[in-house]
């Protein structure tokens, strides 16, 4: 199983960040997907998690209204659609799958499978 994490830069605050998160090896309309951030000298933290259908989707609360979660199941990809970026968002962030049956967790140690992650830096 391989995930990819893409999509990360340099930004200004204010602006906006596109992440994608390609997956191969496992049937992806079978997991729920989440995203996941580490600042430096900071633990992991949720961000976002969305179902296997797209249909029931989760937000930290610092990033809701703000970062959007998709996915396409026909391209086995997911999609974080980050608008509005602040300084406080700079971090490495993590795709992570997991079974759907297991639901959507917000701690980081109920996902069966992790990307390497992709760096996000937002200058001030």
């Known amino acids: 199983v391989q995930l990819q994490a893409c999509g990360g830069g340099l930004v200004q605050a204010g602006g906006s960040l596109r992440l994608s998160c390609a997956s191969s090896?496992?049937?992806?309309?079978?997991?729920?997907m989440g995203w996941f951030r580490q600042a430096p000298g900071k633990e992991r933290e949720f961000v976002a998690a969305?179902?296997?259908?797209?249909?029931?989707?989760l937000y930290a609360y610092s990033v809701k209204g703000r970062f959007t979660n998709s996915r396409d199941n026909t391209k086995n990809t997911g999609n974080l659609q980050m608008n509005s970026l602040k300084p406080e968002d700079t971090a490495v962030y993590y795709c992570a799958c997991i079974q759907s049956h297991l639901g959507l967790p917000t701690r980081d140690y109920g996902y069966n499978y992790w990307g390497r992650g992709t760096l996000v830096t937002v200058s001030s």
């Open positions: 969305i179902n296997w259908n797209g249909v029931n989707t």
């Open positions: 090896g496992l049937t992806f309309n079978q997991y729920g």
